[in-house]
Structures are given as C-alpha cells and as structure tokens.
C-alpha cells in the first residue's frame, strides 16, 4: 500500500518562505531561506518559491556573487493591503466594492478607518 505525502494548501510554502524573510535582519540567500524552513525542501524548490515572490512584487532581490539575496518587500499588514488593493483594482464596479467593504466593517474597524481619513491614526 502506497502512503501518499499530506499536500499543503495552495500558497502555504511561499507562505513560510515569507515568514523567513519577514523574521530576518537582512536580505537571505535561497541557502539561509532553506536552512531556517522547518520542512526539509529542496534548494531549487525554494529558488522557485523566491522568484515566484520576486515576480509577483512581494520579495525583491539584489545580486550578491553569482545568486540574489532576498528580503520582503512589505511586512504581514503591507501584503494584506497590497491584496486588497489588487482585488480593488479587479473590479469593474470599484465604488459599490468599496462600499459594501465599508457596510460589513465592525464598528471598532469602521472607528479606526475614520480616524485614518481624518489623519488622526496611522497604519501600523
């Protein structure tokens, strides 16, 4: 009987690559990233996983020898606004989007998005 290997939901393993950048001091090399995953992935598995990042804007890269060194572009709150910005701008009907986002909010999230209008909060 064949044992067949737990699948990991779509994005996760960018998702704990991302982990790794955010949790770093400076850019990593594909060979930190992979030592400091917790899954035992194959080095051009995670080349793959960084350009992936790097092409969809998310982690950039500078040339250090012959590879890149890579470093989130965006903390966790960054990627999330930069999801909701990219959906937004999906839409063909932005306004009732927008909208209806505003109508769902809890009363605190709809207090801190006024604040923010007024420039009384700032984003975290």
Excluded: C
């Amino acid at each position: 009987m064949r044992k067949e290997s737990a699948r990991r939901a779509p994005g996760a393993l960018e998702a704990e690559v991302l982990s790794v950048l955010w949790s770093a001091d400076e850019p990593l090399s594909p060979t930190d990233v992979q030592a400091r995953l917790e899954d035992e992935l194959a080095y051009t598995t995670v080349v793959t996983i960084l350009t992936r990042l790097h092409d969809k804007g998310v982690a950039s890269r500078e040339k250090h020898g012959r590879s890149f060194r890579y470093h989130a572009v965006d903390d966790e709150a960054g990627l999330a606004a930069r999801k909701m910005t990219k959906v937004l701008d999906n839409e063909p009907d932005r306004d009732s989007v927008l909208a209806r986002f505003v109508t769902q909010l809890s009363e605190s999230d709809e207090a801190v998005l006024r604040d923010l209008l007024r420039g009384k909060g700032r984003p975290r």
